[in-house]
């Protein structure tokens, strides 16, 4: 049952006229990016990411048409969820680190996961799904910029002491039943100009493009990369989806 609550729906709207013409300049610059690229606009989906946000923000761009909705926090997408109820058509997103005790939850919760960063959380990931009786579409995260504080597979073997190279989990993952691998994903390194992140990403579609010779049994076909500072680059390299917090909720 979902009982409306008037705060909600006031803020709501405010919301909505506020991510109105936000949401209607970012698509734009989407397109044009893409175009730029010879690519068809319709290839890139915008995920918005809610970390933070208040539910209102979510129903207002729900509202305007965004399917796709990321949350980096399991408790925290809980709590939104319980306020918001169902949301008719969304899919939701994980786009942060998944630990093995939430994993019950995320599954509840979620319809993708996009951020399965370690050969333990496939398997473990695997075998709820399994019990579950789902079989759940998930990305695999590349640590692309190499970079020490940061998770995500290695992109390349040997992986230095600590770390998993994608490559040396890959078969079992893709035997894993009750996953499905889609793609990769990845959050490069902070940059203040996007262009010194284009390598990143370009680095991203070329190994995507390597595995999707070599391991046909997945579909590979998502990308996910770019956010507020750098989703034109990442379109004009290949994103299949951008996932957009503060350029759309802040400011
Ligand atoms: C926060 C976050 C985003 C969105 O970043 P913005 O800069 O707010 O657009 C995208 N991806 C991940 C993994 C995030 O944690």
Request: hydrophobic share 45%; glycine share 6%; charged share 30%.
């Amino acid at each position: 049952m979902e009982v409306p609550i008037p705060d909600l729906e006031a803020s709501t709207e405010a919301w909505h006229a506020r991510l109105a013409p936000r949401l209607e300049a970012v698509r734009e610059r989407i397109a044009a990016a893409a175009r730029r690229a010879g690519r068809d606009p319709d290839e890139v989906t915008l995920v918005a990411v809610l970390k933070g946000r208040p539910p209102a923000a979510a129903r207002a761009v729900h509202d305007l048409g965004v399917r796709h909705l990321a949350e980096n926090r399991v408790q925290e997408a809980r709590r939104r969820r319980e306020v918001l109820g169902t949301l008719p058509g969304a899919l939701w997103h994980l786009i942060g680190p998944l630990q093995r005790n939430k994993i019950v939850w995320a599954l509840r919760l979620f319809d993708r996961i996009d951020s399965v960063d370690r050969l333990s959380l496939a398997r473990e990931l695997s075998r709820r799904a399994v019990r579950a009786g789902i079989a759940v579409p998930v990305l695999l995260e590349v640590n692309v910029g190499r970079e020490p504080q940061k998770h995500g597979f290695w992109p390349q073997a040997p992986a230095p002491e600590g770390r998993e190279a994608l490559e040396a989990a890959l078969e079992e993952i893709l035997s894993l039943p009750g996953l499905r691998v889609e793609g990769l994903m990845t959050v490069p390194p902070l940059a203040a100009d996007p262009e010194a992140v284009r390598p990143y990403f370009r680095a991203l579609r070329q190994l995507r493009d390597r595995l999707a010779a070599r391991y046909p049994q997945a579909t590979w076909a998502r990308l996910s990369m770019g956010m507020s500072a750098d989703f034109e680059v990442a379109v004009e390299e290949g994103a299949t989806e951008v996932r957009l917090g503060r350029i759309l909720f802040e400011g």
